[in-house]
């Protein structure tokens, strides 16, 4: 069977489309259709089932690509660095949510980067959960941190860590919550209507989150400052723009400090799980089985 063949079916499989496919192998799209077709007539069966936008493997395809994505992921790896080539030449990309990757995961990766003949060059790229599995399978990424668990055998996910989220405000905001009784409806919800929110998104995913688990209800105020990133979040409730649910682990220090209080503490407060994906059997590549050793190790002291 033509590497070449099971190099552009393995490239369709990830991608999810012939025009995305012909695009990261550089081909035009006619070529990968003929390509695909080429390899079908040999083994007598199809592989994927052409729908209006994109393409969904059938279960021989899958079958196909559990098998062998793997082995050509291998062989690109030799291509890349050569057999006899030192580890520490190897590239270990890297993908996830911007603040966690940037906090936690990144920091707990350095010490691999060192040149002892055991470390590797680090690249990182952020997006969200969909994003990031899809460079993953795409071929973009070997390694991603996702709150989200990819379905499929092409990828496999292991769980890395619980994040605790914490409701919380700058002081003088939550002097405005001592007078304020909770709502009918809200089962000891803080009176949202008091105070500004600060979100990443204008659907306030994290709040919304946090009134779903802890008070059983939705929020009442629409998002006053919105902003992409949880770090940025922070700094304005530090400032005292509003209320805002943050990763305990993102607002520690800044609680430690008084730059912001809880507004509330539940006996069970909502978690948040963070998944490690790899492509399925990458593991076998070292730098990536390092890398996601070592990842998990610093999971155990997060807390």
Avoid at 5 to 22: D, E, Q
Avoid at 169 to 181: G, I, K, M, N, T
Avoid at 234 to 250: H, N
Wanted: aromatic share 4%.
């Amino acid at each position: 069977m033509d590497l070449a063949l099971l190099r552009t079916f393995v490239t369709v499989h990830r991608a999810g489309s012939f025009t995305r496919a012909a695009a990261l192998l550089g081909l035009s799209q006619p070529a990968v259709t003929s390509q695909i077709r080429t390899l079908e007539r040999q083994l007598g069966r199809p592989l994927f089932l052409r729908q209006a936008r994109g393409v969904t493997p059938t279960t021989m395809g899958d079958e196909l690509a559990h098998k062998a994505a793997p082995h050509l992921d291998a062989l690109v790896e030799i291509a890349e660095t050569g057999p006899d080539n030192d580890a520490s030449l190897r590239t270990l990309h890297l993908a996830g949510p911007p603040e966690f990757t940037a906090e936690r995961a990144l920091p707990a990766l350095t010490e691999l980067t060192r040149d002892d003949g055991q470390g590797f060059a680090l690249r990182a790229s952020f997006g969200n959960a969909e994003e990031t599995l899809e460079g993953l399978a795409a071929g973009h990424h070997d390694l991603a941190i996702s709150t989200a668990r990819p379905r499929g055998a092409l990828l496999t996910a292991t769980t890395l860590c619980d994040e605790e989220h914490i409701l919380v405000a700058a002081p003088h905001r939550a002097e405005q919550l001592d007078s304020a009784q909770p709502g009918p409806d809200t089962k000891g919800a803080p009176v949202l209507d008091d105070l500004p929110v600060i979100e990443v998104h204008e659907s306030l995913p994290f709040v919304s989150r946090y009134w779903a688990s802890v008070f059983d209800s939705r929020p009442a105020a629409p998002g006053t400052v919105i902003v992409p990133d949880l770090r940025a979040v922070l700094a304005c409730a530090i400032a005292g723009a509003g209320l805002a649910v943050l990763p305990r682990y993102l607002c520690a220090l800044a609680l430690k400090r008084g730059e912001v209080v809880p507004l509330h503490e539940p006996a069970i407060p909502p978690l948040r799980t963070y998944f490690l994906v790899v492509r399925t059997g990458t593991l076998a590549m070292p730098h990536i089985a390092r890398a996601h050793e070592w990842l998990h190790r610093a999971a155990t002291h997060w807390g």
